[in-house]
């Protein structure tokens, strides 16, 4: 490894602010390292005024975060960034628009939980998930993993609305018992709907790092072992 120039990610942010923090923690956490010099350089824009996602694509009255978020990856480029990652599952709506902005390559994060399935649950058949209804309007996991005939499955209407609540809530700082323990009520929901398997695809969800009965497969985790293993060239793949 030494001898090999390591790469500089680039991370779009803001999306939520805390989601961002909780994705750079788990960088930190998954590099192995015996001094800072060991880490990997990251150019963060947490911008939380990228317009909102929900308020484009649920409430379709919205400004289009297109943009702004093309903008924050040339600046990203301009920075010294080698590569780009978009810190926010939701925010993938927009991954060509940012993609074609740049020079560099941009990680697909969904792109990666799907080959994260298949090279570890090659049998898997469908899959659970756990997101904004942001995720099941744009059919965005639904356009990877039923080219794979993997079928995808979300809460009731329901339990879809406590956990649009939950994700609120964590997006207000709002992270107290109530808020753990409705999260837990939507995982036994999709736990006995015969659901073995789900993602967490809001990284709002991921920064609660809750134990629930469910097993589960985190977006924000993948993606972040996804940046160390390009970073420090253990990787040949960027984009799937």
């Given at each position: 490894?030494r001898?090999?120039?390591?790469?500089?990610?680039?991370i779009?942010?803001g999306?939520?602010?805390?989601?961002?923090?909780?994705l750079m923690?788990?960088?930190?956490?998954?590099?192995k390292?015996?001094?800072?010099?060991?880490?990997?350089?990251?150019?963060v824009d947490?911008?939380?005024k990228i317009?909102?996602r929900?308020?484009?694509?649920?409430e379709?009255?919205?400004?289009d975060?297109?943009?702004?978020?093309?903008?924050?990856?040339?600046r990203?480029e301009?920075?010294?960034a080698?590569?780009?990652a978009?810190?926010?599952?939701?925010?993938?709506?927009?991954?060509?628009?940012?993609?074609?902005?740049?020079?560099?390559?941009?990680?697909?994060?969904?792109?990666?939980?799907?080959d994260?399935?298949?090279?570890?649950?090659?049998?898997?058949?469908?899959?659970?998930?756990?997101a904004?209804?942001?995720?099941?309007?744009?059919?965005?996991?639904e356009?990877k993993?039923?080219?794979?005939?993997?079928?995808?499955v979300?809460?009731d209407?329901k339990?879809?609305?406590?956990?649009?609540?939950?994700?609120?809530?964590?997006k207000?700082?709002?992270?107290?018992s109530s808020?753990?323990?409705?999260?837990?009520?939507?995982c036994?929901?999709?736990?006995?709907?015969?659901i073995?398997?789900a993602?967490?695809?809001c990284?709002?969800?991921?920064?609660?790092?809750?134990?629930?009965?469910?097993?589960?497969?985190?977006?924000?985790?993948?993606?972040?072992?996804?940046?160390?293993?390009?970073?420090k060239?253990?990787?040949?793949?960027?984009?799937s």
């Amino acid at each position: 490894m030494r001898g090999k120039k390591e790469k500089i990610v680039g991370i779009l942010g803001g999306m939520g602010p805390q989601a961002t923090v909780d994705l750079m923690q788990r960088i930190i956490q998954l590099t192995k390292a015996l001094d800072d010099i060991d880490h990997i350089r990251c150019i963060v824009d947490n911008n939380p005024k990228i317009p909102s996602r929900i308020k484009a694509i649920i409430e379709k009255n919205g400004e289009d975060p297109g943009p702004c978020m093309a903008d924050m990856a040339k600046r990203l480029e301009t920075w010294g960034a080698d590569f780009l990652a978009i810190a926010c599952n939701t925010a993938h709506y927009y991954y060509d628009t940012v993609s074609r902005a740049v020079n560099i390559p941009v990680i697909n994060m969904i792109d990666s939980v799907l080959d994260h399935v298949k090279q570890n649950q090659p049998d898997c058949s469908k899959v659970g998930i756990l997101a904004s209804p942001a995720i099941r309007i744009t059919r965005l996991y639904e356009k990877k993993f039923n080219s794979v005939d993997i079928k995808i499955v979300y809460p009731d209407q329901k339990y879809q609305d406590i956990l649009f609540n939950v994700i609120k809530d964590v997006k207000a700082g709002s992270i107290g018992s109530s808020v753990l323990e409705s999260y837990t009520d939507v995982c036994h929901h999709l736990k006995n709907k015969e659901i073995l398997t789900a993602v967490i695809a809001c990284t709002e969800l991921s920064a609660l790092n809750a134990k629930t009965s469910l097993k589960t497969i985190d977006a924000a985790q993948i993606l972040a072992q996804k940046i160390i293993d390009i970073a420090k060239n253990n990787s040949s793949h960027i984009v799937s």
